[in-house]
């Protein structure tokens, strides 16, 4: 692979010198003091603040800084949520959302084991009781694991940061609080339809019930903020 200049020389030097997820990275202090960073301090805890916003550093207390896992998710959510706090819509992050999974869907439930297949019940079962049962309680954390544990096995921090990024975004705009008990009566319905056709192995079909699914939302009412 071509080095790539990531227009950072904090970056740069992590990756040049082979930093792995849980190293340790030198002290601020260390890499100015030596050949490591021809940088001032100051210039160095700019970087490495990008970098920690990023999600691709952390500042541990009596640690220092420590190199996380990469993440798309972290990149993806800063960028996004910028975009609609400068005025962009949710509905076109939620329109790449909706062809993202239709186009990895098939791959993705490919891949599904049966505990996988458990907990998309337990989801189920759990927004039921939410549903049912008086005072009713909107099931958003069952929702956002039911959609995510589908695609949980692919092996593609991209795909994966586009759909975390999601039900971040879903979230942060408040989608539930607009949404009638209809709505999500039936959007729980066909997540069961959806399981089961998983289950039994009809892949093509559970995509297409996924995709009438996420239709649903359009036809909601819309609410002012």
């Known amino acids: 692979m071509p080095k790539i200049n990531l227009g950072s020389d904090f970056l740069n030097y992590i990756v040049r010198k082979g930093f792995k997820p849980g190293d340790k990275l030198p002290s601020i202090q260390e890499l100015t003091r030596t050949s490591h960073l021809d940088m001032s301090a100051s210039k160095v805890r700019e970087q490495l603040e990008v970098a920690r916003a990023l999600g691709w550093v952390e ?5 220092g800084t ?9 990149a993806v959510r800063l960028s996004a949520l910028y975009a609609l706090a400068c005025g962009e819509s949710f509905e076109l992050f ?11 869907w098939i791959e993705a439930c490919e891949l599904l084991t049966s505990d996988d297949l458990d907990i998309m019940q337990t989801c189920i079962d759990i927004a039921e009781d939410k549903l049912n049962s008086p005072p009713i309680r909107i099931p958003n ?12 096995r692919l092996e593609n921090p991209f795909v994966i940061g586009i759909l975390e990024t999601y039900w971040d975004l879903y979230e942060e705009v408040g989608v539930n609080r607009y949404m009638e ?3 999500l ?15 039994d192995g009809n892949f093509e079909s559970a995509q297409t019930a996924f995709i009438e699914h996420t239709r649903l939302l359009q036809y909601e009412p819309r609410k002012e903020s």
């Not at 500042?59 to 640690?63: D, E, F, L, N, P």
């Open 94 to 104: 939620a329109s790449l959302r909706n062809h993202v999974e239709a186009a990895y």
């Open 181 to 183: 008990y209809g709505y």
């Open 185 to 199: 009566r039936r959007v729980w319905d066909y997540h069961a339809q959806i399981l089961q056709l998983i289950r």
């Open 59 to 63: 500042v541990r207390s009596k640690r």
């Open 66 to 74: 420590i190199v996380k896992e990469y993440s798309f998710t972290s």
């Open 141 to 152: 954390e069952e929702h956002r694991i039911f959609h995510l544990t589908v695609f949980k």
